[in-house]
């Protein structure tokens, strides 16, 4: 107890269960206590207990100083997100004409006023967060209540679990894949070439590392790339396998070989995109980005795939790489708003 007081982490060699090496590290509050631990579990096939630490505690350590930094962040009265809500109400409004039925987005903005920090609110404090007159806000509130997705209690209106019913269901077994299929079927149809959604294999080969493709969406032409869910790749040759190599730290890129790819990585790294020309095979180019979860860390790439005598590669980057970031960024909007609530199963 004492040591790992002095250290500030504690390690587990087996004492709960024989194979099992752990980690762990303390979250404290503003006032210096600890609220909760976080640890890191491996086993003895893939660490010893002393080259555990050095394997995890530096990106422990990192993990523990934004919990604390979120935990000293004192909570904000308004929702950003919410800040224009009156003005994109009336925007939508002037733009859809009868088509949009203002009474709908009002009542889905009381309910989103609640948040992290703000589980239950006054009357004032809703309308400040919506951008609602007072008294809009109080009958969609009480409206609320009366559905029973919301409660009053001495003033305050917080969410009951009934709110669940609206979304929690459906969207529970939400995977990236799913999540990410109907916007690579707009990108396809936008550009005119297949779109696919791709992460790096969990196991590579001897060869080297591999990359696999969850969705593969062809283009609505009578030629076009066809990629196949579940086909691999060589990472290095593709340009999806290069940006997610190149989203790895410094020291697994220099590792990986043949000689002179950490350097064309850095590069990848650099631009934020990967072009790979008749390399994985005769007549094939693609263009890919990054996808980032809500860590901000690379976990799959979109990719578009085309025949390279199209065009010439820096046409294909001026024609493609606006609508393939576009797409990354709304799968990543939607992989951050969901990965607030659900655990959005990643490869």
């Known amino acids: 107890m004492a040591a790992a007081r002095a250290a500030g ?91 949009f039925v203002e009474s709908v987005a009002r009542g889905l903005a009381v309910l989103t006023a609640f948040g992290a920090g703000r589980a239950a609110l006054t009357l ?6 919506t951008g609602l007159p007072r ?31 609206l979304g929690f269901a459906p969207l529970s077994g939400l995977t990236l894949p799913a999540l990410a299929r109907p916007h690579l079927a707009a990108l396809a149809e936008r550009v005119g070439d297949s779109a696919s959604l791709a992460v790096l294999a969990a196991d590579g080969d001897a060869a080297g590392p591999a990359v696999q493709y969850l969705v593969g969406v062809p283009a609505g032409r009578i030629m076009s790339v066809t990629i196949s869910p579940g086909s691999r790749a060589p990472a290095p040759a593709t340009a999806p396998g290069r940006v997610l190599l190149a989203a790895l730290p410094t020291a697994e890129r220099a590792a990986i070989g043949p000689a002179g790819l950490p350097a064309l990585l850095d590069r990848v790294r650099a631009d934020g ?54 797409t990354a960024a709304a799968v990543e909007a939607e992989l951050r708003v969901a990965g607030r609530f659900l655990r959005i199963w990643v490869p």
């Open 135 to 165: 008294a809009t806000a109080r009958r969609a509130l009480i409206t609320l209540e009366h559905l029973g997705y919301t409660a009053a209690d001495d003033g305050r209106f917080r969410l009951t679990p009934q709110v669940l019913e």
């Open 9 to 99: 982490w504690s390690p587990d060699d087996q004492l709960i269960e024989p194979g099992l090496i752990a980690v762990a590290l303390p979250v404290r509050d503003p006032a210096g206590g600890t609220v909760c631990a976080v640890s890191v579990v491996s086993h003895t096939s893939r660490h010893t207990a002393a080259a555990l630490p050095g394997a995890v505690l530096a990106r422990l350590r990192d993990t523990v100083a934004a919990m604390e930094a979120a935990l000293a962040a004192p909570p904000s009265a308004e929702d950003p997100a919410a800040r224009h809500q009156a003005a994109w109400r009336r925007a939508a409004k002037r733009q859809l004409g009868p088509g």
């Open 273 to 326: 995109h990967a072009l790979v020309d008749d390399e994985l095979e005769a007549g094939l180019r693609s263009l890919a980005v990054p996808v980032h979860d809500r860590a901000g860390r690379a976990v799959a790439a979109v990719g578009v795939a085309t025949h390279a005598a199209g065009r010439p590669p820096a046409a294909t980057r001026a024609a493609v790489l606006p609508a393939l970031r576009a």
């Open 124 to 129: 004032s404090a809703v309308a400040e967060a």
